[in-house]
């Protein structure tokens, strides 16, 4: 019913700039959090940025300053402008959907992936 399709990834320099994209497509949602996620060759995957419904974000402390999350609530569209990128940023990237629904005390929850965008920050 839904399905996360992200952009915008590739080869860049270190200090250059890229701008993911996510969009969903299929049923039509209000996601209460949207979000990027990354893993490295041999890492584990983890969290790099998320924002709410509201417009409230949070960021991992090594890309806090550099990297920035917003959405487009209108066209179920979420991107990640990463700045002063590193070496270190290399990675898959993937866009996450979270959306809870309750009704007479049924919590519903739902998560959503993308299949991801690849990132390499090299010379």
């Known amino acids: 019913q839904v399905q996360l399709v992200e952009s915008g990834g590739g080869l860049v320099q270190p200090g250059g700039s890229l701008r993911l994209s996510c969009a969903a497509s299929g049923s039509i949602f209000n996601f209460h959090v949207m979000g990027w996620y990354r893993q490295a060759p041999g890492k584990q995957r983890e969290l790099v940025a998320t924002?709410?419904?509201?417009?409230?974000?949070n960021y991992e402390d090594s890309v806090k300053g550099r990297f920035t999350i917003s959405r487009e609530n209108a066209k179920n569209t979420v991107y990640l402008q990463m700045n002063s990128l590193k070496p270190e940023d290399t990675a898959v990237y993937y866009c996450n959907a979270k959306h809870t629904t309750v009704l007479v005390s049924i919590r519903r929850n739902y998560d959503y992936w993308g299949q991801g965008t690849q990132v390499t920050v090299s010379s």
């Open positions: 924002i709410t419904s509201g417009g409230s974000t």
